[in-house]
């Protein structure tokens, strides 16, 4: 085994005031020899508590990913495959809309090569991005090298302990729990989900008939109170078994590294949108969605054979005749949970979905008198299904937006999500005002108070829902509709020419509108200080990034504060600069980098995030700045600044300490 360390560092530079530059991350380069011609290339990065590391795979318009490029030494080395990682977490961002996989403390990645030739090291180049909860770091390029010539059994050794201890010291400070919290809460999301979803399905034709009967014939064949209760408790637990089992089977059948890419796929969220819109038309009566007749009679006959194993094929046999009412809502469930790209995600949707549908027959089995307080069967059930067919078909077109954003082909952008869901839902609302009838729909001579609660939801749901077509957040729904920037307004949804005291508002060469306040701002420096000399206005300088976390709460809960707002867009010229912008410098503008010697300055972001960490000493975003014209700070900077009155404080000091 042979390795050289490599320690990473951002050039230190003095800390004063609110300001710091951050050093999170360190990378080691390490090498394994598989034979005197391949080895693999090991770049393990060490991160301090709190913070963590995106992986190489991120969503369109996600964060940075880290990516590896190798020198090959003029052809003497041959790069084989990709760069592996190791398995990492995977969180839903509710910023970018999408299920984003990090890793904390420690990441691993390996890249296998072969020498052509005999060399004694090999360069690579890492980019990468580090965030933690309040804040994110610029993108950062780094330089390793692997030693091809060192022992590598000592290197082995050195490597292990140092990440030993490192997951030591993190298990130590978080108390063990930390970096699995968020798996925590989306495993808790997903079974209360599917624990209600068991109750929807349980209200269903297919199944809500069956409770009485299962029950009347567990207690009329047991000779006993207790043996009837018995029986039913094991009636519910083999449910509970038969659905806990599929779980396990679509888990085992992807595996963990599957479900992660799901949640991204283009051809897997395509193929759900029309699975969906299946299970939707069959909810509202279009067809019935069976299993072969032939699988029932045979386990009808195992039924038959009476004890615990009859019992058990009892279940089955609930579960195989009512597929066509649990079938969709255990497909939705399924694929929900897996896109989670958390492993065992399906076997807890499956074991709160068979919960919910379990525990009916166990209590009424064991207080028999409570049937009695039960509805009568009738068209309120295939109300119940038809409910679930429209929410069904609504959730068809999340998984089309995801495939319709990954590829960016802007057909279905966020006016036209909002206006179908609106149909939908004002259909829904129709149908329960008896407007409409579906085939299997019994005649209404009236509508109950129930009905009639849920179809003022309906309609009321609806209402909220069409401000969002003209630029309301709609924060009740943001996880489900494309974000406001995709959208067929050329400056994002909801933008207007009159807006906040703007009546007569004009975009100034150089500079673009910030969806969804209406906000004129400039991504150049230069120019938008040349503006504000023009127009007699301090400068707001806006450090921020696309893939800037609490630089989008920042917009949506205190920019659009309309005391704020107004600051925002009539007394300051306010110069945007994304520090994680990828879009290649002009030729001419190339230079040398101050921070890094012997390195260039390639892409607008590396030009942004320098000047920060030059001229204000720090590098972490959002960071504002007040200046005059003469680029002197009216009034210390400031970062995350959630409060509102604390921020406007700010805005308004600095600019009236201009003159």
Known sequence: MKRIKILIAFLLVAITGHSQVYEPLQWQASVEKISETEYKLISTATIEVGWHLYAQDVPEDGPVATSFTYDDNGGMVQIIG????EEGYVVDDPVFNMKIKYFGDTASFTQKIELKEKVDQ????VEFMVCDDTKCLPPTEVELTFDLNQDAADASSASAAEVSQAKEAHTKEEGGTSKKSDDNKSLWAIFIIAFFSGFAALLTPCVFPMIPMT????????KTKAAGIRNAVVYGLSIIIIYVLLGTLVSAIFGADALNALSTNVWFNLIFFLLLLVFAASFLGAFELTLPSSWSTKVDAQADRGGFLGIFFMALALAIVSFSCTGPIVGTLLVEAASGGNQVGPIIGMLGFSLAIALPFALFAAFPGWMHSLPKSGGWLNTVKVVLGFLELALAFKFLSNADLVLQLHWLEREVFIA??????AALALYLFGKIQLPHDSPITHISVGRLSL????????????PGMWGAPLNLISAFPPP??????PYGVGYTNNSGGNSDQEIPEGAHLMAPHNIVAFNDYDKGLAY???VGKPVMIDFTGHACVNCRKMEQNVWVKPKVLNILKNDVVLISLYVDDKRKLDKDEVTPSQLNPGKKLKYIGQKWSELQTIKYKTNSQPFYVLMNHNEENLIPPVAYTP????????LKKGVGSFK
């Open 82 to 85: 990709n760069t592996t990682e």
């Open 122 to 125: 090999v360069i690579a180049f």
């Open 215 to 222: 029950v009347s014939f567990f207690t009329k064949q047991s």
């Open 420 to 425: 179908i869901w609106i149909a939908i839902f």
């Open 455 to 466: 179809g003022l939801l309906s309609l009321a749901f609806v209402v909220y829902m069409l």
């Open 484 to 489: 406001q920037h995709y959208s067929e307004s």
């Open 532 to 534: 504000a000399k023009k």
């Open 643 to 650: 409060d509102v009155e604390e921020y406007y404080a700010w």
